[in-house]
């Protein structure tokens, strides 16, 4: 299948999302072997309007473990800055005439769209605004849960803390709505439980899911805790309501005792308090493997989108 | 012929223009094919002493595509900063035993000869001070104008905008100067049309030029419009007489509904309201293709220099 | 010999030193090749909490130069910072599924040790905090007056300026003590005389050393000559003491006059005031050449911690 860009997890259609799995899976085999050189002559760009170390490394270390090339800013607002004020479209029209693909952090919704309506070279979006989407993350979340589980259907996921703003959280959901059978917990305070479009895009589609605030009853039952990091600074001035929140949904070893062998942890990183470093060490904890798995699904979709 | 380094503009002669655009050639073929490995032991600093991301990137893409290797920093104020206080000499002195050539953009006009005294590798003028030299933007255009129309000779070329202060203008004319039979003409008000110093060498060396401030009478005539942007900083609290002149010399679709057919529009870019976006489909405008020109020339210079 | 991190000046012991000494001397033959492509599969993260552009820019030259592929930030605090709040732990961990070999520059004493407890890829330690460790400074010094001196042993060493603050002269005087019958000088006024940790490490191992405020009376026995920089800021209000000092421990052509044909002047640099540049012509300036054993140091140890 021929992908153009990737700008938007809603793009990943079922037969998509099958043909990025067995993409990955081949470049688990191809990183166990250290990389290959097929990709020389192939230069991607790293163009970040904001910084983002880790999510810029990322896709740095996918590029290099398929043997191309890498030229590299955080500090693209450069172009667009003062005496200079260039748009994001010339901006791109110049870079296509230095690089193959253009990895694209932006600070403002919708700049991975407009810059591949004048690309000829795909564009990732690793991001764009603080509503936008990063559909590379919820890819690799989404291939995580079928590796570490075999496959998708039919399992139980709990979404935990703070649902309303995470996009990742947002774009994961949506994803999984597309796959048969499974059972979606929404674990979080009203004030930043999942919002309505996510929840009638699931019911549309005739997605089972549940909305609850405690995490203890469902623990047991589900086959996927995915845990997010609860922003204090929403809670202004109400700080002992942040401190309660962050305290009912802590994952310390005694909570992982209460989930099945199989079941696994995941967090998108980076972790603040909302996961005891003690429960690092249990098989269950598949956080630090999801950074793995960024590595390879990024390593496909720039094998993809190179033909 | 052999180049140990490359400074300015005026270091490039007639054979040493012409060896330099059949190398440029080649690297078009080189890039076709997808570049080269025959670097790949080489390595280029990008030693930028204030931030310049789409010069670093083009030359970075440029070693790149021969297959080198590239260290980089646009905060090399860094060495000289502070408690270091490093000379410009004892860096490059240091650099010289990590790289095989040192791209320097650099704060202060000479920055690069400086370097250049001190240094066992080639250095490259990437631009240093604000008066002072960036010989391979010159070179780029010049390349331009070449390939997109067959030849130098003969050409009639109008620079339009801030010809007193645009560095690449001043350079570009004196280059085009070196060639048989080209008419300049300067399209300029007073207050910012060519300085004297390079109308001097052309009277001296026989070239045709003709300052004119109105660009529609000599549009329909010309081979090349080398269009620049005007800074509105400069006309201070008479904005008025800035938006008037911007008015006056906008490329707009009418504008260039009155070329040649065979005319090139050119922009050293970041374009900011000069050509309306507009005429960038049109055949005519070269700018984006002149981006390209900038990795061939700097893939030239750099095998070039390394002999 | 098996390394698993680069962590303090302490972990090499003589034979580890001796192998170190023997690979660096096969890089310089490597070196002469043009390098090796031999470790194209490898990524090194340049993972620095603060700048410290020369540094970075060694120890990627050094991984080009053996082939490998580099990913880089000076902004590393990016990961530790605001929102974000990751412990250095966690980014470690992260970074271990993306690369192969992490050189930290971190901003707090221990930091790299913290670093490797978790790590499962090698960590160089490349500077951590104020009075830390930053060890392949130390064996580059060590290698330069092995390799232009024949030998260490026996030798007599002059360590001039500021002795007490400096971590260089503190490690190197630690790594000499190793060496039979060396002769250890200490020159520098009271205030900044090398402290007593260092000195009773000296005798407990029993090595030869004396203290000494005048420069001149040594200069003309001792086979190396390590001049650092004196800190201007040390002296406080005391503007009239630096200045003396600074004129007192000055390296200028009357000085290197008195010195032995074959004693060398090295300088960690980078050099303000303490060294006249007219020296630099003189065989026995040594400390650009110690910038070269910089990147074969760092290409040594790179090759024998991957194996």
Known sequence: ??????????????????????????????????????????????????????????????????????????????????????SLEDTVKVLNNYTDVIVLRHNEVGGSKRAAKVSRVPIINAGDGKGGQHPTQALLDLYTIYKE?????????????????????????????????????????????????????????????DTVDKLGSIIPEVDVVYQTRIDKELFGDKADEYEKFAKEYYIDPDVVQSMSPQAIIMHPLPRLKEISPEVDNDPRAAYFRQARNGILVRMALLSMLFG
């Open 1 to 86: 299948m021929n992908i153009q860009h990737v700008l938007e997890s809603q793009q990943f259609t079922r037969p998509l999302l099958n043909e990025l799995f067995s993409v990955t899976d081949q470049m688990d085999r191809v990183l166990a072997r250290g990389g290959t050189q097929d990709y020389n002559d192939k230069i991607m760009a790293s163009l970040f309007y904001e910084p983002s170390t880790r999510t810029r490394f990322s896709f740095e270390a996918a590029m290099h473990r398929l043997g191309g090339r890498v030229i590299s800013t955080e500090n693209a607002r450069d172009f667009s800055s003062g005496a200079s004020g260039e």
């Open 149 to 209: 589980r075999g496959s998708v259907e039919g399992l139980k996921v709990a979404f935990v803390g703070d649902l309303a703003n995470g996009r990742t959280v947002r774009s994961l959901s949506y994803l999984l709505g597309k796959f048969e059978r499974v059972k979606l917990y929404f674990v979080a305070p009203d004030v930043i439980q999942m919002r309505k479009d996510i929840l009638e895009y699931l019911e549309e589609n005739e997605v089972w899911y």
